[in-house]
């Protein structure tokens, strides 16, 4: 049996990246990881974020944006930064496993047309989800 490792997604408003990151992590790594994410400014769940997840079967709209402070007393295996921002506001993250840094375009800045944008979430979630295949399939020693 696998023993269930856990990971914390972090970017700055905890609508956009880290959200897809967390839905992609618990369809793909199943029953094997523990998941969650948290923004330093936690907003909302971007309504583009769960089209764009949607569109390749996986529902991300009954998750919730948390604030890094909901997880200060619980440890995790891994802390993965989806943003520079998020990477250095939270160098000393209490419970800190495995520092992990992937720097990734934030989707919810994106401009123009509904469409438009779209695009953008988009390129983020297939660009996240070749990063947690990597990772699942190779996760840093801890």
């Known amino acids: 049996m696998v023993e269930t490792k856990k990971v914390l997604f972090?970017?700055?408003?905890n609508s956009a990246r880290s959200?897809?990151?967390?839905g992609l992590m618990r369809f793909l790594?199943?029953?094997?990881?523990?998941?969650?994410?948290?923004?330093i400014f936690p907003s909302y769940?971007?309504?583009l974020a769960i089209r764009a997840m949607e569109e390749i079967g996986?529902?991300?709209?009954?998750?919730?944006?948390?604030?890094?402070?909901?997880?200060?007393?619980?440890?995790?295996d891994y802390i993965i930064t989806l943003c520079d921002h998020a990477a250095a506001a939270c160098p000393n993250f209490p419970g800190q496993g495995k520092r992990v840094a992937w720097s990734f375009e934030d989707p919810s800045a994106a401009i123009g047309t509904i469409e438009e944008r779209l695009v953008v979430f988009r390129r983020v979630r297939d660009e996240l989800?070749?990063?947690?295949?990597?990772?699942?399939?190779?996760?840093p020693t801890l």
């Open 45 to 47: 769940v971007h309504p």
């Open 129 to 139: 989800k070749a990063r947690v295949e990597e990772f699942l399939k190779n996760p």
């Open 58 to 76: 996986i529902d991300i709209s009954g998750q919730t944006s948390k604030s890094t402070d909901e997880f200060l007393n619980e440890e995790f």
């Open 29 to 39: 790594g199943q029953d094997d990881w523990k998941v969650r994410s948290a923004g």
């Open 19 to 22: 959200q897809m990151a967390e």
């Open 10 to 13: 972090l970017c700055t408003g």
